[in-house]
């Protein structure tokens, strides 16, 4: 009975696997890329509306983005998002698309950007284990409440410690990538 937790922890560890993709595609590394846009919003007629809804983006070169709107009156609302977005780049607008371009990263910003993504794979090495925490404490109340055996909940922890141990481990390999991709100069 308690083994139909199992899948589902798994599942939520793969869960915070997703995310911490997602955040390491959002962190800055030496090239250009679409995603680090994809958290920025631009006032829209008066509406918050995600910049890659109303533009798109391309990477006609390794250190340039270049934005093309849909509609050219968003184009001064889009260089501000971009100038208030923590990315620290300056767009530079002629009329008919904005270009971004990426000037290469300081050692010390580098050093800053791994040291955010660590912050991030730690966040994500805590959600995994307080899935095992969570699911653990869901066996040991079956156990004690005799829906399943003493030897059920040993072979069921060991098997939620492999799971654990398996994400952790994806976690680090992340990390060691994003690293190696932000320290390439």
């Keep these: 009975m308690g083994a139909k937790n199992l ?7 793969g869960k915070a696997l997703a995310a911490l993709s997602h955040e390491f595609a959002s962190v800055r590394t ?6 680090l846009l994809e958290k920025i919003t631009v006032e829209y007629y008066g509406i918050p509306t995600p910049l890659l809804q109303i533009a798109s983006v391309s990477v006609p070169e390794p250190q340039m983005l270049v934005i093309s709107p849909y509609d050219r009156s968003a184009m001064t609302a889009i260089e ?23 000037p290469p990263l300081t050692e010390e910003r580098r050093k800053d950007l791994v040291k955010l993504c660590r912050h991030y794979a730690e966040e ?8 095992r925490r969570d ?15 003493q030897d ?3 072979k069921l922890e060991a098997e939620v410690q492999k799971a654990t141990d398996a994400h952790i481990k994806d ?3 992340m990390l060691k990538r994003k690293e190696q991709e932000i320290m390439e100069v």
């Design 124 to 131: 994500a090495r805590v959600a995994v284990r307080n899935i």
């Design 30 to 35: 030496g090239r250009a890329s679409g995603s």
């Design 135 to 149: 699911v653990n404490d869901q066996f040991k109340k079956q156990e004690k409440d005799a829906e399943i055996s």
């Design 152 to 154: 059920d909940l040993r």
């Design 171 to 173: 976690i680090d390999e």
């Design 7 to 13: 899948p589902e922890a798994t599942e939520h560890m």
């Design 80 to 102: 501000k998002a971009i100038l208030a977005s923590d990315l620290g780049l300056n767009p530079s607008n002629d009329g008919q698309v904005i270009r971004l371009p990426f």
